[in-house]
Nanobody
Framework: QVHLVASGGGLAQAGGSLRLSCAAS????????MGWFRQAPAKEREFVAA????????LYADSVKGRFTISRDNAESTVYLQMNSLKPEDTAVYFC???????????????WGQGTQVTVSS
């Protein structure tokens, strides 16, 4: 069992930056691939980024590539999402997730955090 707590959301202006964190419980954090997803009002949950357990491989959605960076600190059982050059269309609730595969598909993740709101004003 993995318990995830996301934090770091808030209000930013277009072009600004935010850093999200997701702290995990449990001693097997490095065994899990971690992903970030987001969901805007009236839209489906969409993939943002994912990282392998050892941090050696990352995946990004095309919409965030070059602006967002996913990273992890296995000693601290935490995954991060550094978001730069934010756009109003990045406004959403952001969720972290843990699973056995580094994938874009939310159904492949077993554990989910509670979500943190990111709002980008123009």
């Amino acid at each position: 069992q993995v318990h995830l707590v996301a934090s770091g959301g808030g209000l930013a202006q277009a072009g600004g930056s935010l850093r999200l964190s997701c702290a995990a419980s449990g001693r097997t954090f490095r065994a899990y691939a971690m992903g970030w997803f987001r969901q805007a009002p009236a839209k489906e949950r969409e993939f943002v980024a994912a990282i392998t357990g050892d941090g050696g491989r990352r995946l990004y959605a095309d919409s965030v590539k070059g602006r967002f960076t996913i990273s992890r600190d296995n000693a601290e059982s935490t995954v991060y999402l550094q978001m730069n050059s934010l756009k109003p269309e990045d406004t959403a609730v952001y969720f972290c997730a843990a699973g056995g595969s580094t994938t874009r598909y939310p159904g492949e993740y077993n554990y989910w955090g509670q979500g943190t709101q990111v709002t980008v004003s123009s």
